[in-house]
Structure formats: structure tokens, C-alpha cells
């Protein structure tokens, strides 16, 4: 039983376009979301997060978004770059103390 | 230059054999953390550790153990009970165990059966 769903295995997008990775959960008590960027044979590296009081985080360019009544998350990159090519994963926490359940990834490839 | 430092990148097991993975921290972190990845899955817990000589099961322990005497090491035992342990292992560590603190990973270890 998936908490924690991305529903795109994979995402193709052209170079200086939109990228928008999505996220659904299913646990009403997650409260803290964080997306993560994994290259191949690498760890993943933290990116960006958010908390439920917020519906908005930016960082450069990305931003997070995040619909609690629809418990589902986006990640927007603008513009996409081919460094970005990589796998995306969406992590979600419910208070102090409980680990972070973390959703399959999305691997996306940007075209240049 | 702090991190966290996986050893070794590629290990192989033979059958009945136990193998361990080691990960070290030099980031001062109380908490560490173990996964498992498999194609097509997210990560998987496996043990997660708060604090020295504690730690505690994730949601698939079975066939693994852990140790945590050091605050730095929390090297990862995969025993001859694991029944399928070729993957990709990955070791994390955080300041603390709250939501609005991420967690930072090592390289990870792929573990394949001879």
C-alpha cells in the first residue's frame, strides 16, 4: 500500500521549457514534503521542501506546490536545463520522530 | 568537506554468506538511516538509528542487523537470511528526526548474488 504515489515513471521535456513532476499522497497526517534529485550511481540530494501550513516554496527555480485538500504536491523547474535530467523523488513526513516515506521517483530527461 | 562515505561502491555476496556494508558520517549527526532500492521502487527503510547504541527497525529489518557504537559509523549487516539482497543500499544521516530537517545520503552500495 502506496502513502506516497508519482504516478509518471518518466517525463520527457525540451530544454527551456516547464518541467512539472507530480506527487500524490494518501496519509492525511503528513505534514512535511520534501523532493529529492538523484543522479545514476549517485545518493539522492535534498532540493527543496515544504510544509502543510504553506501552499508555495520557492528555490530559483524551482518551486514546490502543494494542495492539502487534494494531498497532492508538484515540483516546477523553469526553465528546464539538460542538467536537470535526473530522477525525481517525493518524501513525506508526519510529525516529530516519523520517517520520511518516500514515493517511486519520476525520471525525467530534458531534451536539449 | 563533510559527507557521508559509502564503502565498498559494488559488493558481491555468495550464498550463506553474511556481507557488511559500511557508511561514515562526519557531519555530526545524531540520526542515520539505512535503505533499500529496488527498480521501479522508492526507498525502503530498513533501520534507522536516533541516537548511539540505539536503533530501531524500518519497514523491511527482516535479515538484516545494525550496530551503532559510534556516533559517526552505522555499518549495515546483510545476513545469510536475506533471501533476496541483490539492490541498491543507501545510507542517510539527519540532525534530528523532525520533518523540516532532510536528510543527506551517501553514494550507496550495489549488492549482487555470485
Known amino acids: 500500500d502506496q502513502q506516497v504515489k508519482q504516478n509518471s515513471p518518466s517525463l520527457s521535456v525540451q530544454e527551456g521549457r516547464i518541467s512539472i513532476l507530480n506527487c500524490d499522497y494518501t496519509n492525511s497526517m503528513f505534514d512535511y514534503f520534501l523532493w529529492y534529485k538523484k543522479y545514476p550511481a549517485e545518493g539522492p540530494t535534498f532540493l527543496i521542501s515544504i510544509s502543510s501550513i504553506k501552499d508555495k516554496n520557492e528555490d530559483g527555480r524551482f518551486t514546490v506546490f502543494l494542495n492539502k485538500s487534494a494531498k497532492h504536491l508538484s515540483l516546477h523547474i523553469v526553465p528546464s536545463q539538460p542538467g536537470d535530467s535526473a530522477v525525481y523523488f517525493c518524501a513525506a513526513s508526519a510529525n516529530y520522530g516519523q520517517n520520511f516515506v518516500f514515493g517511486p521517483g519520476t525520471r525525467l530527461s530534458v531534451l536539449p | 568537506d563533510g559527507g557521508i562515505t559509502q564503502s565498498p561502491k559494488y559488493l558481491f555476496r555468495k550464498e550463506g554468506q553474511n556481507v557488511t556494508l559500511s557508511c561514515e558520517q562526519n557531519?555530526?549527526?545524531?540520526?542515520m538511516y539505512w535503505y533499500r532500492q529496488d527498480p521501479g521502487q522508492g526507498l525502503r527503510l530498513i533501520y534507522y538509528?536516533?541516537?548511539?547504541?540505539?536503533?530501531q527497525k524500518g519497514d523491511i529489518a527482516e535479515g538484516y542487523s545494525v550496530s551503532r557504537e559510534k556516533k559517526e559509523s552505522f555499518p549495515l549487516t546483510v545476513t545469510s537470511a536475506q533471501k533476496n539482497p541483490t539492490a541498491f543500499y543507501l545510507c542517510?544521516?539527519?540532525?534530528?528526526?523532525?520533518?523540516?530537517?532532510?536528510?543527506?545520503f551517501g553514494d550507496g552500495t550495489r549488492l549482487s548474488i555470485l
Open positions: 542517510a544521516s539527519s540532525k534530528g528526526m523532525s520533518g523540516d530537517q532532510p536528510q543527506h
Open positions: 557531519l555530526n549527526h545524531d540520526a
Open positions: 538509528s536516533q541516537i548511539v547504541n540505539d536503533f
